[in-house]
């Protein structure tokens, strides 16, 4: 079954570090694709913070 997770940037969290963590738990055949984006958010003060996405598509061991 092909399956997608998305990990999102949080004020906590990163989205690299947990998407790596995660695709070290797959073996290399089991992923598809991976998709990154990132967007500029206007914090406080205007100060600019860069939110990032990353979609893994990959394959269930069924």
């Known amino acids: ?3 997608v997770k998305e990990f999102l940037d949080t004020d ?10 995660f695709l070290a738990e ?5 992923v ?5 984006g ?3 958010k206007t914090g406080k003060h205007d100060a600019g913070l860069q939110r990032s996405s990353i979609l893994i598509v990959y394959k269930t061991k069924e």
């Open 26 to 30: 797959l073996t290399d055949d089991q």
């Open 1 to 3: 079954m092909i399956q």
């Open 12 to 21: 906590s969290s990163y989205a690299e570090s947990r998407a790596n963590q």
């Open 38 to 40: 990132s967007i500029l």
């Open 32 to 36: 598809i694709n991976v998709c990154y």
